[in-house]
């Protein structure tokens, strides 16, 4: 097949909040994931896990989203300051009916990020909490004198911290509170009034989007709450969310994350590419209301969810890794890109030990792995914020279970350094894919090929085993007339860098 890249075209900033990532208070994400304490064998600093700072710092994760999630609308976040021995123990009644001791709070969570020099980005109580709750949290935060700011300072932190990102609740549909846009809209108009700005440090408001096709939900929030007096002032994003669930329709979901067949593969494909007919409705909906590409849309709960791992609590999400996984991030990631005009931030669910991790760690002890999805997100480091480029494809489509999706996927994109790097992922299971690729209008020298891929499509990494599906040396590029020439083994994914 033949891929053209464009060079000398470049268009928008993909931005590099795209990639971004969520801990939720949920299963082994935050406590026995992140964070193990002062106190544990295992390096860390301030209660954070080293290895897992500098794995994620190698990936140059933007933002983190904390502390939910269906959590986020049951969590007070004064219960999370203060002396840690004084904090109240609450029920996590999301998530396993497990006791949270709030050990991780707002100071805590803000040293994460100060570690991994990502921005933070918080999810506001709108489900149980109230619009006074909200604007006392951002005046802690933010506040330079005064009540608030004294309470911080004698808390640990004399200086304000500047977080830009604020959800305004989450799911409201759902665990946020069970409302229709209806009901939600005037209660963003009425939490994000107080959600306030101050010297220095502007919010970037995120509305409470729809989940799936969900488009009436964003017609009403972009109607009632973008569209209303002053909305586009308080209304900077709104949020999507979308699960690829394989597998019979059942709750909990049962489909294996590592016993499946090709059915099972061409169903994750085929339910993954699926995000980009679901971007384009709301890009749709949103682009009658603000033409301008104002607000962003903000996908920032996505990714696989199959079947807990047999032997785990079903409530805490643990799921295992394949190579299919990591195309799955790959076709993910190409659909944000290719939308990158209006998708703007977007978070995997989740960074470690639920869902689709970037990491797995083992219970109580020092070990972990890195899954395909971390090695994904290495490759695709690149893209940050460069200039989309124009890849012309004649990749044949697939079809399974009446939804299209491509043979061969691929985004490209020009570094500020005139450097082009390409992304490319094979979602046939069974055949490789040939590439001829054209640079058009351009002379350029390959200096760095890399793949991922396993011979084992159900192979995972393990803690015996820990990088068993894992990055390797692209061989067999070709140089030709036009550009470079390669093979993609089956369900695969390849990066290469031109200067």
């Known amino acids: 097949m ?26 082994r994400c935050v406590y026995d994931g992140l964070w193990v304490g002062e106190d544990s064998p295992v390096p860390n600093v301030r209660g954070w896990r080293s290895d897992l700072v500098a794995a994620l710092k190698k990936i140059r994760i933007p933002n983190l989203r904390w502390p939910g999630g269906c ?34 709070g707002t100071h805590e969570f ?9 921005e933070p980005y918080l999810a506001a109580n709108v489900g149980s909490g109230s619009p006074r709750e909200v604007r006392e949290w951002v005046e802690y935060c933010h506040a330079t004198a005064g009540t608030l700011a004294d309470e911080r300072a004698a808390n640990g932190r004399k200086e304000p911290w500047k977080i830009r990102l604020w959800g305004i609740g989450n799911e409201t549909w759902g665990c946020g509170g069970n409302m229709t846009p209806e009901q939600y809209a005037p209660e963003y108009r009425r939490f ?10 502007p919010l970037y408001r995120v509305a409470s989007g729809a989940r799936n096709d969900d488009f009436h939900w964003t017609d009403v929030l972009m109607r009632d709450a973008f569209k209303a007096p002053l909305g586009a002032q308080m209304f900077q994003g709104l949020s999507l969310h979308y699960y690829v669930v394989p597998g019979p329709n059942t709750w909990p979901p049962a489909h294996s994350a590592t016993g499946f067949d090709e059915d099972g593969w061409k169903s994750v494909m085929a339910l993954g590419w699926k995000m980009d007919a679901i971007v384009r409705g709301h890009r749709a909906v ?17 990714g696989a969810w199959y079947a807990a791992e047999p032997g785990t609590n079903p409530n805490f999400l643990y799921q295992q890794q394949t190579i299919r996984d990591g195309v799955l991030a790959a076709l993910t990631l190409n659909v944000f890109i290719n939308h990158c005009e209006r998708v703007r931030i977007a978070n995997l669910a989740q960074v470690v030990n639920v869902l689709q991790a970037v990491a797995l760690t083992e219970p109580g002890a020092g070990r972990f792995v890195l899954t395909p999805t971390w090695d994904v997100l290495a490759m695709y480091a690149a893209h940050h914020d460069a200039r989309r480029l124009p890849v012309h494809s004649d990749a044949a489509q697939h079809v399974h279970d009446g939804l299209t999706y491509p ?21 046939d299971p069974a055949a490789s894919a040939e590439i001829d690729l054209t640079l058009a209008n351009r002379r350029a020298t390959l200096r760095s090929a890399s793949l991922l891929a396993s011979p084992v499509l159900t192979a995972c990494n393990t803690f015996d085993q820990p990088r068993a599906v894992t990055t390797r040396p692209l ?7 036009t550009g470079v020439a390669f093979a993609l083994p089956p369900g695969s994914v390849a990066a290469l860098h031109f200067s």
């Open 2 to 27: 033949k891929l053209t890249l464009h060079p000398a075209e470049p268009g928008p900033v993909i931005d590099k909040h795209i990639f971004g990532h969520f801990a939720e208070h949920l299963g």
């Open 71 to 104: 959590y986020a609308d049951d969590y007070h976040w004064r219960d999370g300051i203060g002396p840690r021995a004084k904090r109240p123990r609450r029920l996590n009644a999301h998530w396993g009916g497990v006791v949270d001791d709030n050990a991780v």
């Open 110 to 118: 803000l040293d994460l990020c100060e570690q991994l020099g990502c």
């Open 192 to 201: 994000a009034s107080y959600a306030r700005d101050f010297p220095g440090a």
């Open 286 to 302: 949103m682009d009658r209301y603000d033409p301008e590409a104002r607000a962003a849309l903000v996908v920032d709960e996505w």
């Open 407 to 427: 043979a061969v996927s691929a985004t490209a994109s020009l570094a500020a350094d005139g450097s082009v790097n390409l992304t490319v992922c094979n979602t």
């Open 475 to 481: 061989d067999g590029v070709r140089a030709t007339a």
